[in-house]
């Protein structure tokens, strides 16, 4: 009796386990087919984006007979007419590397702030104050410019305060916590070997911080203004809003009055 509950018991446990692996092999196909069909369908979303922008883009070399020299070099933007869009280029450029330059330095001090100088209440008061940053719209930053910058720029340098330099200021402001955010993560990862080992050689927290901390982490916090470029970069419309790229040909700190 003992050996047929024995083998009643192992035919039962054969079958819930037949049971369950049937379940799970259907279950592992529905995922894979539903995983399938997502990756297709971000697949063909994006080549139709592509698609759609580049025949609408390359339709004005190939049937409006625009070149490509009037097209990078011309400075005149009139689109029933001419097609110059040197201006814009140029301006974009310009306020990306400028942006780029205000926002590095200030972002690696905050950074170094939170992570090295003052680790815990740094961190507690600056955080808060770059996450807000970081979910201001973009249309906010450029009211603020508007509001705010182009009329300091008018009242220092005089002119209409539209140009360059109330594109840059606001665009380095932009970028401001995209940078710190990623500089403060890499220098929260870096291993807490390297600092104690340099304090153990006798040298100071500043010797540390830019003889052993930074040149550690240097291709990371690269990686961060990279990124915060790319994003100034993208903010084309705004660096149009605040220099007034369509009535003037060069890029000058502010506009001159129209005469």
Known sequence: MGQMGKNTTLK???????????????????GRIYTSVCVVLLLV????????????????????????????LGKTWSPDEEFGALPFITGSFAVTLLAA?????LSLCAALFMTEILPGRGKR???????????IPSVVYGFIGLSVIVPLVRSVFG????????????????????????MADALASLPGGLRESSYALGATR???????????????????????????????????????T???SRIPLSSPHPR
């Open 246 to 248: 369509r009535r003037i």
């Open 206 to 244: 500043w010797q540390t911080i830019y003889r052993v901390v930074i040149p550690t982490v240097l291709p990371a916090l690269l990686t961060g203004v990279v990124l915060g470029m790319a994003r100034a970069f993208g903010e084309a419309w705004l660096y149009r809003w605040l220099s007034a």
């Open 45 to 72: 979303v994006i080549v139709s984006i592509v698609f759609f922008v580049s025949s609408k883009g390359l339709a004005t070399f190939f049937e409006n007979g625009v070149s490509l020299k009037d097209f990078f």
């Open 101 to 105: 330059l205000i926002a590095g330095p």
């Open 159 to 182: 002119g209409q305060g539209f140009g360059i330099l109330a594109g840059c200021l606001v665009l380095a402001v932009m970028i401001l916590p995209t940078i710190t955010s990623i």
């Open 125 to 135: 008061i600056l955080q808060p104050a770059v996450e807000l940053l970081s979910g």
């Open 12 to 30: 039962q446990n054969d079958a819930q386990s037949s049971k369950l692996g049937e379940k799970h092999f259907w279950e592992d196909w529905i």
